[in-house]
Every structure is written in structure tokens, then in C-alpha cells.
T-cell receptor
Framework: EADIYQTPRYLVIGTGKKITLECSQT?????MYWYQQDPGMELHLIHY???????EKGDLSSESTVSRIRTEHFPLTLESARPSHTSQYLC?????????????FGEGSRLTVL | GENVEQHPSTLSVQEGDSAVIKCTYS??????FPWYKQELGKGPQLIID?????GEKKDQRIAVTLNKTAKHFSLHITETQPEDSAVYFC????????????FGGGTRVLVKP
């Protein structure tokens, strides 16, 4: 059982609001990721971090921002939400190592912007 | 960058039959190929993976095969059970790229009792 937690699980907000999706892991993993999952199921990497104070944009352009001030915490922020941001956001973590590769996912945060 | 294609997008099988999902990848340098299962309301979970130095790997009712020359890999589930109903994702990456996985589009599998 993975020890990675996302809050909130569900969020419905109005256009223009600022939101932060929280992600925490207790496994001491150095790498963390945010994936956006659209209704068609596809998973797209939007942000990743290889350690504290390290953040990079993923393959899919996103208006969200992330921070990594502590190893266990990787929050995602939208300064001004729009209906196009409606999606499921999945946080994941992994550990560095030649023979490792497994991503541990949280259960997701489903965001609806009205 | 890497591009992963996955087929079919939906698959309906009778309980007890086999299910096969196929993926192709574009980056010949990719050397790690995991498969994830996502149940309703949950995040994806790793079920099996294979590295480019082997051609096949098996774990109970699931197996994965890899053809590096053709750049495709497949997931085989035998003796399917209702609890196998889920969305399955293949993925590919270079281990040196730090676990940055590129996922296929997913296959929704329904096992009919």
C-alpha cells in the first residue's frame, strides 16, 4: 500500500478562484510528479521534481505551478481557475536507483471549475 | 520525445478467457516498460514491468512480452476474473531519464461473468 496522499479528493469551484492541491508522501522518495488525467483516460505529465527546490515542467503545458520546499510535500497551485482546468490531477512519487522505476500514485484530486 | 500508442482502447472478454493489450513506442533508447492498473476512483498501480534486457516476464496470470526490434510490447492476462476489470496503461521510459514515464492512452477492460 502506497503512502501518498492527496487532498482534496473532490473540489468544485468557480472561475477565477485560486486553488492548491496538496500531495504528501511518507516514503522519503526524492522524485515527485503531477499528472493530469483527462476524461478520455490519458495521463499527461505536467510537473516533476527530483528533490527539494527542484521543479520542472512536464510534457503537457499547464498554467499551474508547483513547489518543493520539503521532500514529502509537492503542492500544485492554480492562481485563477478556469473551466478548461477541469480534470483529475494525480500525484506520484518514486525513488532514485538504477533498478527502480515504480511510480506510486495517490488516489487523485478531481477538480471541477464552473 | 517518446510516443506510446496503446490498443485497443476498450476490451470486453468473457470470464476465464485471455486478454491481450498491445503497445508500441517510438524512442529506441527507451529501456523500461511498466504496466499500470487503475481501478475506479483510485490512482494507477504497477502490476508488472519489464526491462529491455529481457524478452518476457511472467507473474501468475499476467505476462509481458517485449520486442525491441519492432518496438512493441504486450500485456497478457490469462484466466480473466471480474476483478481484472479496470483501466490498464502501458508506459515507456529511459531509466536514465529519471522515471519520466510516457503513458499509452489506456485500455478499459471489462470482464463479463
Amino acid at each position: 500500500e502506497a503512502d501518498i496522499y492527496q487532498t482534496p479528493r473532490y473540489l468544485v469551484i468557480g472561475t477565477g478562484k485560486k486553488i492548491t492541491l496538496e500531495c504528501s508522501q511518507t516514503m522519503g522518495h526524492d522524485k515527485m510528479y503531477w499528472y493530469q488525467q483527462d476524461p478520455g483516460m490519458e495521463l499527461h505529465l505536467i510537473h516533476y521534481s527530483y528533490g527539494v527546490n527542484s521543479t520542472e515542467k512536464g510534457d503537457l503545458s499547464s498554467e499551474s505551478t508547483v513547489s518543493r520546499i520539503r521532500t514529502e510535500h509537492f503542492p500544485l497551485t492554480l492562481e485563477s481557475a478556469r473551466p478548461s482546468h477541469t480534470s483529475q490531477y494525480l500525484c506520484a512519487s518514486s525513488v532514485t536507483g538504477v533498478n527502480t522505476g515504480e511510480l506510486f500514485f495517490g488516489e487523485g484530486s478531481r477538480l471541477t471549475v464552473l | 520525445g517518446e510516443n506510446v500508442e496503446q490498443h485497443p482502447s476498450t476490451l470486453s472478454v468473457q470470464e476465464g478467457d485471455s486478454a491481450v493489450i498491445k503497445c508500441t513506442y517510438s524512442d529506441s533508447a527507451s529501456n523500461y516498460f511498466p504496466w499500470y492498473k487503475q481501478e475506479l476512483g483510485k490512482g494507477p498501480q504497477l502490476i508488472i514491468d519489464i526491462r529491455s534486457n529481457v524478452g518476457e516476464k511472467k507473474d501468475q496470470r499476467i505476462a509481458v512480452t517485449l520486442n525491441k526490434t519492432a518496438k512493441h510490447f504486450s500485456l497478457h492476462i490469462t484466466e480473466t476474473q471480474p476483478e481484472d476489470s479496470a483501466v490498464y496503461f502501458c508506459a515507456a521510459s529511459r531509466v536514465s531519464a529519471g522515471n519520466k514515464l510516457t503513458f499509452g492512452g489506456g485500455t478499459r477492460v471489462l470482464v463479463k461473468p
